[in-house]
Nanobody, 123 residues
Framework: VQLQASGGGSVQAGGSLRLSCAASGSFFSINTMRWYRQAPGKERELVAFATSSGITHCADFVKGRFSISRDNAKNTAFLQMNSLKPEDTGVYYC??????????????????WGQGTQVTVSS
C-alpha cells in the first residue's frame, strides 16, 4: 500500500492550495484518512480527518479555512486550504487506516503514511 501526497508549494498569505493523497496497491478498503502537519521544530499535529462514511473534522486552528474531502471511488483524500497564513507553513503528511485481508481471510488494519509535501506561506 502506498500513499502519494501532492499539491504542496509556496504561496503568499491569503492564498490557497489543494493537497491530494492517493492510495494505491492491494487492499480491502480504507477507513479514516487524515492530514497531519509538522512545522520546523514542532511536533506533528492533526489537521483534519475524513471517515469512509463521510464524517469530517478539522482542527480548530484551521476551521473555517481548510476543508477535507474524499473520493472513495479513487481512494483519494483532498485538503483544500484557503486563507493561508505563515503559521500554516510545514510539511503536510497524509495518513490512512487501510484494511488488508490476510491469507486466512481476516481483515487487519495497517497505518499507512505518505511521504509528505511541503507547504510554505510567506507574509
Amino acid at each position: 500500500v502506498q500513499l502519494q501526497a501532492s499539491g504542496g508549494g509556496s504561496v503568499q498569505a491569503g492564498g490557497s492550495l489543494r493537497l491530494s493523497c492517493a492510495a494505491s496497491g492491494s487492499f480491502f478498503s480504507i477507513n479514516t484518512m487524515r492530514w497531519y502537519r509538522q512545522a520546523p521544530g514542532k511536533e506533528r499535529e492533526l489537521v483534519a480527518f475524513a471517515t469512509s462514511s463521510g464524517i469530517t473534522h478539522c482542527a480548530d486552528f484551521v476551521k473555517g479555512r481548510f476543508s477535507i474531502s474524499r473520493d472513495n471511488a479513487k481512494n483519494t483524500a483532498f485538503l483544500q486550504m484557503n486563507s493561508l497564513k505563515p503559521e500554516d507553513t510545514g510539511v503536510y503528511y497524509c495518513n490512512a487506516a487501510v484494511l488488508l485481508r490476510s491469507a486466512g481471510g481476516n481483515l487487519n488494519s495497517l497505518d499507512a503514511w505518505g511521504q509528505g509535501t511541503q507547504v510554505t506561506v510567506s507574509s
